[in-house]
């Protein structure tokens, strides 16, 4: 599979994936929270499974 998710689109997807992670085993935040497991790796990996089925591109090459 070719990447589909640019630098910045990664970047937040990690950023953002931790932190719902950390407030979930905080606490803060409800199950719910654990979606940002799939944020972290989809960040990690650099594809995204929805934006193929959609056809969406964040990454320049």
Same mark, same amino acid.
């Given at each position: 599979?070719? !990447?589909?998710?640019?630098?910045?689109? =990664?970047? !937040? =997807?990690?950023?953002?994936?931790?932190?719902?992670?950390?407030?979930?085993?905080?606490?803060?935040?409800?199950?719910?929270?654990?979606?940002?497991?799939?944020?972290?790796?989809?960040? !990690?990996?650099?594809?995204? &499974?929805?934006?193929? !089925?959609?056809?969406?591109?964040?990454? &320049? =090459?």
């Amino acid at each position: 599979m070719k !990447l589909n998710e640019g630098t910045l689109d =990664r970047a !937040l =997807r990690v950023v953002v994936g931790l932190t719902l992670i950390g407030l979930t085993v905080a606490g803060t935040v409800g199950v719910w929270g654990w979606i940002g497991v799939v944020l972290l790796l989809t960040g !990690l990996v650099g594809i995204c &499974p929805l934006y193929s !089925l959609l056809g969406i591109n964040t990454c &320049p =090459r």
